[in-house]
T-cell receptor, first 114, second 110 residues
Framework: DADVTQTPRNRITKTGKRIMLECSQT?????MYWYRQDPGLGLRLIYYSFDVKDINKGEISDGYSVSRQAQAKFSLSLESAIPNQTALYFC?????????????FGSGTRLTVV | KNEVEQSPQNLTAQEGEFITINCSYSVGISALHWLQQHPGGGIVSLFM???GKKKHGRLIATINIQEKHSSLHITASHPRDSAVYIC????????????FGTGTLLAVQP
């Protein structure tokens, strides 16, 4: 099994629908992150969490919410999906300071909002 | 202007060629990472640098902190090297995350 598992891998949804992307990890890392990737843009941070009680907004959190259900699970929700949320979404974990330890990435979720 | 810029955005090479991908950044950093993203989407870490040079197989990464510049070199390139190469930095002003460049799409033709 992968260290960081994202589900689903692909999803097509309609405008206005609520959708949840899930991430689970077996690394035992406290730090978890959600990023989105768009063509021509670098990975942009949506939310990050350092433990179950510590949730922080990233640079593009509007329209998204998260839940840290356990150390191993970090879910991203789109409350009312819109077409410009069509993107590739990545979950990542880190053992500590990402400068020192870097990230372990999931395989990504390709989301299309029609 | 992005804090992390990569060049070129796209690169096509013939098998066997020596390849250089560049990364420039505008912030003070404590570390720089090079990552690889294959067409299937998964992202893996290649190097973490805070100074000098690192080598792994045919890949070499260098960093010049004073010039705020890093390069990733691939020697004897091979079609399996085709991927997106991403530079990311850990800045002193944003210690909880990495800041990513937009990536360089490399295609190595046989």
């Amino acid at each position: 099994d992968a260290d960081v598992t994202q589900t689903p891998r692909n999803r097509i949804t309609k405008t206005g629908k609520r959708i949840m992307l899930e991430c689970s990890q077996t690394k035992g890392h406290d730090r978890m992150y959600w990023y989105r990737q768009d063509p021509g843009l670098g990975l942009r941070l949506i939310y990050y969490s350092f433990d179950v009680k510590d949730i922080n907004k990233g640079e593009i959190s509007d329209g998204y919410s998260v839940s840290r259900q356990a150390q191993a699970k970090f879910s991203l929700s789109l409350e009312s999906a819109i077409p410009n949320q069509t993107a590739l979404y990545f979950c990542a974990t880190s053992e500590g300071d990402p400068g020192r330890y870097g990230y372990t990435f999931g395989s990504g979720t390709r989301l299309t909002v029609v | 202007k992005n804090e992390v810029e990569q060049s070129p955005q796209n690169l096509t090479a013939q098998e066997g060629e020596f390849i250089t991908i560049n990364c420039s950044y505008s912030v003070g950093i404590s570390a720089l990472h090079w990552l690889q993203q294959h067409p299937g989407g998964g992202i893996v870490s290649l190097f973490m640098l805070s100074s000098g040079k690192k080598k792994h197989g045919r890949l070499i990464a260098t960093i010049n902190i004073q010039e705020k510049h890093s390069s990733l070199h691939i020697t004897a390139s091979h079609p399996r090297d085709s991927a997106v190469y991403i530079c990311a930095v850990r800045s002193y002003g944003a210690t909880n995350k990495l800041i990513f460049g937009t990536g360089t799409l490399l295609a190595v033709q046989p």
